[in-house]
């Protein structure tokens, strides 16, 4: 997956956000690491997996930038990276405002044809 390094996003970027994102348990994961950092025992300790599966799962967000963790000694602990949620954001407000102003026309469009037909 792209990492992401700018304020202008590649498609790529993008894609791996919501790719990460995607997945329940990587969402959760995200919500858990925005009240704060947690290492990968106190992360992991709340799913009935295996441990590498889910350090597969802190890869993965790792890898499109969602999470940055640090190792002191032999505790690997995660935190949330905003500025990958912020692009995220700020696309689907992109998105919105686009379909809004679609929608905003089709409704003068129909207001109009009913207009004419009385």
Known sequence: MARVTTTTPSPQAI????KALSDPTRRDVVERLSAGQASVSELAARYKMALPSF???LRVLEGCGLVQ???VGRVRTYRIASEPLK??????GRQR???ERRLERLDNHLMALK???R
């Open 15 to 18: 894609d791996g956000i919501f």
């Open 69 to 71: 963790s640090r190792k």
């Open 55 to 57: 350090i597969e799962h």
């Open 97 to 99: 405002r686009l379909w």
């Open 115 to 117: 207009e004419s037909s």
């Open 87 to 92: 692009l995220a954001e700020d696309w689907l």
